[in-house]
């Protein structure tokens, strides 16, 4: 009996020390660059910032992904994509593809040189509004991909205009079918 209470107390200290540490939320996001608009990318510079224009990468599909930050604290993004070279943008509170250099926060081309995926770890501010930018290192770089982000919380995607547009019109059918329903 006493061995008993022993491995419950300390099943429920290693429960609270569990509680006490910092949790790692992880996020997967997917899209594709097939089909979206191009601009000219920036270079990545030394410590995953952003570099100058593009000589490569003039004209390159790319993929947004708008989100805010709940919770302050470092987010890595990791972005990987089969068959494709990718590169990853992280932009602070809004991306121009006519001014990629403005509000550039964040770049990475390949993890250290060693493949073909793009990472970087940046600390964010709580309440903050970011632009992650899925896009290729060349201009025929394009096709599907996975963005994870890992950090402190999860992070609230903001919808992109055209899945708010679709939301909006499934509303109005769903509305009208409703009405016509009480009307027959």
């Known amino acids: 009996m006493l061995s008993m209470q022993r491995t419950v107390r300390a099943a429920i200290g290693a429960l609270?020390?569990?509680g006490a540490a910092p949790s790692v939320q992880a996020q997967t996001?997917?899209?594709t660059t097939v089909g979206g608009a191009t601009f000219n990318r920036r270079t990545e510079a030394a410590g995953n910032t952003c570099g100058g224009a593009s000589g490569l990468?003039?004209?390159?599909?790319?993929?947004?992904?708008s989100f805010f930050t709940p919770t302050a604290g470092a987010f890595t993004f990791a972005l990987t994509a089969p068959g494709w070279d990718p590169f990853l943008f992280l932009y602070d509170g809004a991306f121009n593809p006519a001014s990629p250099a403005t509000n550039c926060i964040a770049a990475d081309d390949d993890i250290s040189g060693s493949n073909l995926n793009a990472q970087f770890t940046r600390t964010l501010v709580a309440g903050g509004t970011y632009i992650a930018v899925a896009t290729g290192y060349a201009n025929t770089d394009a096709g599907a991909f996975t963005l994870t982000v890992t950090g402190p919380t999860t992070l609230t995607v903001i919808p992109e205009p055209p899945e708010v547009a679709l939301l909006a019109t499934g509303m109005v059918g769903i509305g009208l079918f409703a009405r016509r329903r009480r009307l027959v």
């Open 29 to 31: 996001l997917t899209g």
């Open 16 to 18: 609270i020390i569990m």
């Open 57 to 65: 990468g003039t004209a390159v599909r790319y993929r947004t992904f």
